[in-house]
T-cell receptor, first 116, second 111 residues
Framework: AQSVAQPEDQVNVAEGNPLTVKCTYS??????LFWYVQYPNRGLQFLLK??????LVKGSYGFEAEFNKSQTSFHLKKPSALVSDSALYFC??????????????FGRGTSLIVHP | DADVTQTPRNRITKTGKRIMLECSQT?????MYWYRQDPGLGLRLIYY???????NKGEISDGYSVSRQAQAKFSLSLESAIPNQTALYFC??????????FGPGTRLTVL
């Protein structure tokens, strides 16, 4: 079975400071990992994904994420937060093991609040 | 034009009424999904479809049904709406190796 956890319901950071939104996962095979962002009254938008290759993945809007296999984590990061980054962030995982349905599982979401 | 469209965007209905939410996509993917979002619970999968003839239940399918009318169209029905089905509903599409593309959502209120 696959699962994903976002341990923080809310993250607060001051504008200009670095931000981290945490995600840990559990799969039986190799993980396919995704981050999405949801702005108010909007659908989810894809930010970045890890399937294979470099552990540091760069995505949209200056976000990046670091895949750590030993810690089964895929934390979302940005060097300098903007007020406009305030939104709800979802981590998702699907198991890359053969024979699966390849349906992703989503975390509960982390609300990021960037203070001016 | 948006890749995934949903109609209606907002709907208020009464307990016991039948409701249909519609979804269309222009991404050309075979797979389509219906999710429900509730505060603090994240996204929960209601139904998914791998193609027109392949429809599968998700983790919370009770009280819902779906119809895949074409590769690009996937509708969700609530046969007899109840208040605890009040939520934000999202349609999505995608392939096994890509990210998913989500519609703008339908905010449903059941009184």
């Amino acid at each position: 079975a696959q699962s994903v956890a976002q341990p923080e319901d809310q993250v607060n950071v001051a504008e200009g400071n670095p931000l981290t939104v945490k995600c840990t996962y559990s799969v039986s095979g190799n993980p396919y990992l995704f981050w999405y962002v949801q702005y108010p009254n909007r659908g989810l938008q894809f930010l970045l994904k890890y399937i294979t290759g470099d552990n540091l993945v760069k995505g949209s809007y200056g976000f990046e994420a670091e895949f750590n296999k030993s810690q089964t984590s895929f934390h979302l990061k940005k060097p300098s937060a903007l007020v406009s980054d305030s939104a709800l962030y979802f981590c998702a995982v699907r198991d890359g093991a053969s024979g699966g349905s390849y349906i992703p599982t989503f975390g509960r979401g982390t609300s990021l609040i960037v203070h001016p | 034009d948006a890749d995934v469209t949903q109609t209606p965007r907002n709907r208020i209905t009464k307990t016991g009424k039948r409701i249909m939410l519609e979804c269309s996509q222009t991404k050309g993917h075979d797979r389509m999904y219906w999710y429900r979002q509730d505060p603090g619970l994240g996204l929960r999968l209601i139904y998914y479809s791998f193609d027109v003839k392949d429809i599968n239940k998700g983790e919370i399918s009770d009280g819902y049904s779906v119809s895949r009318q074409a590769q690009a169209k996937f509708s969700l029905s609530l046969e007899s709406a109840i208040p605890n089905q009040t939520a934000l509903y999202f349609c999505a599409t995608g392939s096994p190796v890509t990210a998913q593309y989500f519609g703008p959502g339908t905010r449903l209120t059941v009184l």
